[in-house]
């Protein structure tokens, strides 16, 4: 018996079933939001401030 690989396309499946249309348009409104902050958002006090945020919750940066 073979174990069933966890795949990105696998997770992507389970997703499209799993999830509805609403679900995945406010999902993707959200990475998108916060792309756009992270990214553009360059004054130095709010650069630095999300710069502590991602600290904050755990993520590496550099």
Not at 26 to 55: I, K, W
Request: net charge negative.
């Amino acid at each position: 018996m073979q174990a069933e690989t966890d795949t990105v396309s696998r997770r992507v499946d389970i997703a499209t079933r799993s999830l509805s249309g609403t679900q995945m348009a406010l999902g993707l409104a959200l990475v998108a939001a916060l792309g756009f902050t992270l990214l553009f958002v360059q004054d130095p006090m709010v650069h630095d401030s999300l710069h502590n945020f991602r600290h904050g919750a755990g993520i590496t940066c550099h």
